[in-house]
C-alpha cells in the first residue's frame, strides 16, 4: 500500500496558509532567448534580460559551463523565485534584479 503524503495525516499542517514571499526580487517568469539570454520578470513587475554569454564562454565558468548546451540551457525554469536549471544549477535573483534595475537598458551582463 502506498503512504499517503505527510500533508494528509497532521491537521496542522493542512491548516497552515501557503507561504508566499513578498520580496520583490523574486522570480516570476523566466523565458529562454538565442545567444545565453534569458528575459526576467520579477514579481514587482521588473523586467529585463540577463546575458549569460560571457559567463558561460568564460575559463571561470564553472558549473555554468553545462549550460553551453542550448539544450541544456533552455531547460531554465523558476524554482522558488529564483532561475533555475536541473542539477541544482541557480542564479541569485536579487543580483540580477538589482542589475537589471540599475540598467538604463533592463540587461544584466553575467561575465
Known sequence: MRQQPYRNHDP????TPQICSRAPWRVDDVETLPGHRLRVRFIDGTEG???MA???????AG?????ADAD??????VHYGAVAWPDDLDL???AIHRAIKA???GVCVLN
Request: hydrophobic fraction near 60%; charge should be negative; proline fraction near 6%.
Open 63 to 67: 558549473l555554468f559551463a553545462a549550460l
Open 72 to 77: 541544456v540551457f533552455d531547460q531554465a525554469f
Open 92 to 94: 541569485a535573483p536579487h
Open 103 to 105: 540598467s538604463e537598458e
Open 54 to 60: 560571457g559567463l558561460i564562454g568564460s575559463p571561470r
Open 49 to 51: 534580460v540577463v546575458e
Open 12 to 15: 496542522v499542517f493542512a491548516a
